[in-house]
Nanobody, 122 residues
Framework: QVLLVESGGGLVQPGASLRLSCAASVRAFSNTSVGWFRQAPGKERDFVAAITWSGFRSYYADSVKGRFTISRENAKNTVYLQMNSLEPEDTAVYYC???????????????WGQGTQVTVSS
């Protein structure tokens, strides 16, 4: 079974930080790339960040570059998204996904988690 579980979301004030986690099964996680996407109500699912299996190469959307950091611990089958300086525009459901390449396109990922809600509000 391929299983991805996101956690770490919550309600925070602007300027705060959150650390999201994505835990995956061994079969799903091994030798794959992992991406983070987000979707706000009434909007399409947008790319946030991606990381290769080695963890040495990462990619970010322009809107989050410099504020968010993606990393992974392969021994724990876990990928993280550290989010700093959060803004109201970051409010969305955040999803992790796995695929063969660190693509910016959601259609290129074969497996998805159920998402975790991030709300940034005063």
């Amino acid at each position: 079974q391929v299983l991805l579980v996101e956690s770490g979301g919550g309600l925070v004030q602007p300027g705060a930080s959150l650390r999201l986690s994505c835990a995956a099964s061994v079969r799903a996680f091994s030798n794959t790339s992992v991406g983070w996407f987000r979707q706000a109500p009434g909007k399409e699912r947008d790319f946030v960040a991606a990381i290769t299996w080695s963890g040495f190469r990462s990619y970010y959307a322009d809107s989050v570059k410099g504020r968010f950091t993606i990393s992974r611990e392969n021994a724990k089958n876990t990928v993280y998204l550290q989010m700093n300086s959060l803004e109201p525009e970051d409010t969305a459901v955040y999803y992790c996904a796995i695929g063969p390449l660190p693509s910016r396109r959601s259609a290129d990922y074969g497996y998805w988690g159920q998402g975790t809600q991030v709300t940034v509000s005063s």
